[in-house]
């Protein structure tokens, strides 16, 4: 099958009841074929549309293929859960040996291994070191006369802990930060079994289970029984390497990257890692101190000559890819236009009629011209935000919670993290799998808040497509992905139009954007809170990784509270896939004001009342008399239905220039720098909130909370940027959810476009 990956040794099985599917690609393009994955318990029909006009009218959708008659059911199961295996485990019976590790548990509540050569099924065989239910440190040995486990003392979570079992002889103790805290009798002789070695993981059967939910460092198993000097060394040593010939196997975990997990004791007890897992963490002897909070201007952070990132971080739920069989390959005819599609699933579960949808992006075919113009769909944000991966299925339209919260889950052990919902046991989730379901990003899915009919993922994109049809506009379409893939697509296009929630930027569509601009390209930004997070993808572009991390607080007595998005901790923003520091761009010394005039300033999403509208600023400005008149006059209001009602533009999240930014920052941290004002920007209007929501976040450009400026809370502006390029960026999330409903906004947007070289056909 195309895009099978590598096979899973024996895990833990969830099965889901429900239809849940993903398709293999984010985008293909027209002449292409594309493969959907589908796990269901119940029969359905199958189909592939384009999407129409209408978001709430799916039956209109025009239909490319149709699967003749009900597909019967077929479930796939789920593996989640992440550890390392060593197929080569230690030979018996042994005398005496030693394991050890740094550990610092997120969680308790399951039985989770932590280093284990062990099988429950095999009841004379095996050993492991474990965090019983309650948190307890326990030891397991067994042996040809017995079977023993000592329980010490409670871990403390989120804290890291020498830990340490010493078997000799049958004597067993166990050891926290250089002393002992428990001892006991175990077997004359441990038999270690057949079963692999796993850090993390344990088996049942010979399936894996009992996954831990900890950060671990230097696991390292000797061959002999360390005595209360080596321990005391060994603690004191704060995870470095053991070294010596009574070695029996030892991991540094100091890769940072990949699958691959290298054993340094010469016995080749190699590793790989199953469920990806994480690297890149701070480990015991970290200092974060030593990382910039702000900028590389306060002092560069040496990633390569950092040992005290060593380590990985394992969770319970850790799943990228579902590794599920294709179940359909439908092929896309050349002559399609380009525009957002799904696979359909239709159904009845529980007496309830459901419909399941896909999205994906189709691209121009590739022996078809370019169009005048290209839109990019923000299908990072999509997947960032792209929580219950396995949420239940409903009828009808679903209401996502703010904050990406997770839906009502298909199976309780199903995973529901996304970037803003952490891990079962609290772990920061750091990586989004793109072989995974996101029944979020269906193009009728609504979002926060409840009642306004808003959406900030592709029925919010999809108002753009259709009034842009609907004018005559010939448009290509591209993904994410795609521009990260390729960014010099651009110079193709005499214009890209940046639409919705186009939150999550790569550093080859950051520089390609602003190389395009540079050699006199124009960019239409109908975004807000746009290009704020860096994120990076694995080089088979099938794992998106993005590292929010809490910048500690200035020390200063006036310093404000912070608005953060979930995070871990400070230190870990650099990127396992490349090396490169993660987190926000404006804290890489890479503010996307350079390169669109804006940058991101607040956000609110509380109620339906919140959204507010654009304040005409500069009547005189020429996109609003050429080649068209809107009408608009100084201080009238757009960007909203006829009498002020919704849909309204200024809501969700939105961006201001760095002049007014300036304004409302009203600390410089130490060693930070507040960037001046960009030269040339013109604002158009001001898009204003008048009345102050429950949940409004205003924000300096430290991300530090500020005050609104008489509501101000975007900016429409047009620049001639300096350095070359043209941009028009409308600084709200919501700038095209209204094109439908105002024709003033309409004819502005026309004459920018017209201004850009992009016409009617």
């Not at 003749?68 to 485990?89: F, K, M, N, T």
């Not at 521009?483 to 186009?502: K, Q, T």
């Not at 930004?525 to 500690?552: A, D, H, I």
């Not at 130490?670 to 209007?685: D, F, N, R, S």
Request: charged share 20%; proline share 7%; hydrophobic share 40%.
């Amino acid at each position: 099958m195309p895009g099978l990956p590598h096979p899973l040794p024996p895990h833990r099985a969830i099965e889901l009841p429900g239809l849940h599917a993903y398709a293999g690609a984010v985008s293909v393009a027209a002449g292409e074929t594309i493969g959907f994955h589908v796990s269901s318990s119940v029969p359905y029909r199958f189909s592939v549309c384009r999407l129409g006009p209408d978001a709430d009218d799916a039956p209109l959708d025009p239909v490319l293929h149709a699967a003749e008659g009900w597909q019967p059911e077929g479930l796939q199961a789920i593996h989640p859960g992440s550890y390392v295996r060593i197929d080569r485990g230690l030979q018996g019976p042994l005398e005496s040996f030693t394991l050890e590790c740094w550990i610092s548990p997120w969680d308790f509540g399951d039985l989770q291994a932590i280093v284990s050569q062990f099988d429950d099924a095999s009841a004379r065989h095996g050993f492991g070191l474990f965090i019983e239910e309650d948190g307890s440190l326990a030891f397991r040995c067994h042996g040809p006369d017995l079977c023993a486990c000592l329980i010490g003392p409670r871990l403390a979570d989120r804290t890291w802990t020498h830990i340490a079992a010493v078997f000799e002889a049958g004597a067993m103790s166990l050891w926290m930060n250089g002393g002992c805290v428990a001892r006991g009798s175990g077997p004359a002789l441990c038999d270690p079994g057949f079963a692999p070695l796993r850090l993390g993981a344990m088996a049942a059967q010979g399936v894996a289970c009992g996954f831990l939910d900890a950060d671990m460092t230097m696991p390292v198993i000797h061959a002999q029984a360390l005595d209360a000097t080596a321990m005391a060394a060994r603690f004191s040593e704060r995870s470095l390497p053991a070294d010596g010939e009574g070695l029996l196997a030892c991991w540094p975990l100091k890769e940072g990257r990949g699958e691959h997990v290298a054993d340094v004791s010469g016995h080749g007890r190699h590793g790989k890692i199953v469920n990806h897992a994480t690297w890149m963490i701070a480990g015991p002897a970290f200092d974060a101190a030593r990382v910039p909070r702000f900028s590389r201007r306060e002092g560069e952070h040496d990633l390569a000559a950092d040992t005290t990132r060593a380590g990985l971080r394992f969770a319970s739920d850790d799943l990228v890819d579902c590794r599920w069989t294709e179940t359909h390959r439908v092929h896309i005819p050349a002559e399609v236009q380009p525009g957002l599609h799904v696979g359909r699933f239709q159904f009845d579960l529980e007496g309830r009629a459901c419909r399941y949808d896909v999205t994906f992006v189709v691209r121009r075919a590739p022996t078809a011209h370019p169009a005048p113009l290209l839109v990019l769909c923000a299908t990072n944000s999509w997947r960032a935000y792209a929580s219950s991966p396995f949420a239940r299925n409903v009828a009808g339209a679903a209401q996502w919670p703010r904050r990406a919260a997770p839906m009502p889950n298909s199976h309780p052990q199903a995973p529901s993290y996304n970037h803003y919902t952490p891990h079962r046991k609290g772990q920061p989730t750091y990586f989004a799998g793109l072989r995974m379901p996101w029944p979020s990003a269906a193009p009728d899915a609504l979002y926060a808040p409840e009642g306004s009919g808003f959406c900030h993922g592709p029925r919010l994109e999809r108002c753009l497509h259709a009034w842009l049809e609907r004018h005559g506009y010939a448009y290509d379409l591209v993904s994410d992905l795609d521009l990260h893939r390729d960014p010099a697509l651009l110079g193709r296009y005499r214009s890209v139009v940046i639409n919705g929630h186009s939150e999550y930027w790569s550093a080859p569509a950051f520089e390609g954007l602003d190389g395009y601009l540079r050699d006199g390209g124009t960019a239409v930004v109908l975004s807000g809170n746009t290009m704020y997070w860096r994120v990076s993808f694995n080089e088979e572009g099938t794992v998106m990784e993005q590292r929010k991390t809490l910048t500690p607080p200035d020390t200063h007595d006036g310093a404000l509270p912070k608005h953060a998005a979930p995070g871990g901790a400070h230190g870990e923003q650099y990127h396992s896939q490349d090396g490169q520091r993660g987190g926000l761009w404006r804290f890489n010394d890479r503010s996307c004001s350079d390169v669109i005039g804006l940058e991101t300033a607040g956000w609110a999403f509380a109620d339906a009342d919140d959204f507010g509208v654009y304040h005409v600023h500069d009547a005189d400005h020429f996109l609003y008399h050429q080649p068209h008149q809107t009408g608009l006059g100084q201080g009238d209001t757009f960007g909203h239905a006829p009498g002020g009602a919704l849909p309204r533009a200024i809501g969700h999240e939105w961006d201001l220039s760095i002049a007014t930014l300036r304004r409302m920052t009203h600390h410089v941290p130490e060693g930070a720098v507040l960037p001046a004002a960009h030269e040339g920007i013109q604002v158009l209007a001001q898009g204003i909130r008048r009345v102050p929501g429950a949940m409004d976040a205003y924000l300096d450009y430290f991300e530090g909370a500020t005050e609104s400026l008489d509501g101000l809370s975007a900016e429409m502006i047009y620049w001639e940027r300096p350095q070359g390029g043209r941009v028009f960026h409308a600084g709200a999330v919501g700038a095209g959810w209204v094109l439908g409903v105002d024709p003033a906004f309409g004819l502005l947007l026309r004459n920018v476009l017209h201004h850009f070289g992009v016409k009617p056909t």
